[in-house]
């Protein structure tokens, strides 16, 4: 089955959005209604997210040729991902640079990371809920609260759960995002070996108080993406685009325009 899409605007170039661990296309809809004047944006369901059908593995290549499977050579696109996504959008303009004129990474390097234990707490705490017996949603939020103290995280967990007649769900599958946790938080770079860098412009955004984009990943960066511009964005952390909305579509548009 296809990814789940969602379009908007019907003329310009094209803008394709990835997001991140435990997101949805929707996540991305404030900017593609800004950018929809002027291009035609995709938001799309990650592989495992979203109305995204679900993979028995979890694995950067498999999911960055899914997402090639919607774009095409005659129409090359400006390729965003935050975070998991930013990830994919890395992999498929590597794998697939003739479909990406434009890379936009947001808030996440090419590297493995070792900081994956507060996504495991989040994956046990949504799983520990007993959706069998949930009221309401408010419930679910109240049963988190604990494991997610933040406010604004826990709503954003929240709103991958879903109500169809009497019956409660997860969209993400939770149990393989568990399960394989060190492959999300990782980088494939032994199947990478041998790939030639992405020479195509771009555009690195980062948080200035996140703990993603660090000096010590440029060299990891510069490796695959040698034409990288980086933008750090004060006041904002991993969720940059979210956290300082007004600013990143700045920041975005200026590159894409």
Known sequence: MPLHTTSYGDHGSRIVFCHGLFGQGRNWT????ALAAQHRVLLVDMPDHGRSPWSERFDFLAAADQVAELLSA????????HSMGGKTAMVLA???PELVERLCVVD?????????????????????????TLADRAQADAALREAVPDDGVRGFLLQNLRREGDAWHWQPNLEL??????????????????????????????GAKSR????????????????????TVKDAGHWVHSEQPRVFL???RRFVD
């Open 177 to 206: 995002l568990r399960a394989e946790i060190d492959e999300v938080g990782g980088w494939p770079a032994a199947a990478l070996d041998g790939t030639a860098s992405y020479d195509g412009p771009v555009l690195w955004v980062g």
């Open 250 to 252: 700045e920041v975005l």
């Open 108 to 132: 996440v390097a090419p590297v493995a990371y070792e900081h994956a234990g507060e996504f495991v707490r989040y994956i046990d705490a949504m799983l520990a809920i007993d959706l069998t």
């Open 30 to 33: 404030q900017h593609a209604k």
């Open 74 to 81: 005659d129409d090359p696109v400006a390729l965003v991902g």
């Open 212 to 231: 993603y984009v660090l000096d010590d990943y440029a060299a990891a960066m510069e490796r695959y993406f040698p034409r990288v511009r980086r933008v």
């Open 94 to 96: 590597l794998r697939h």
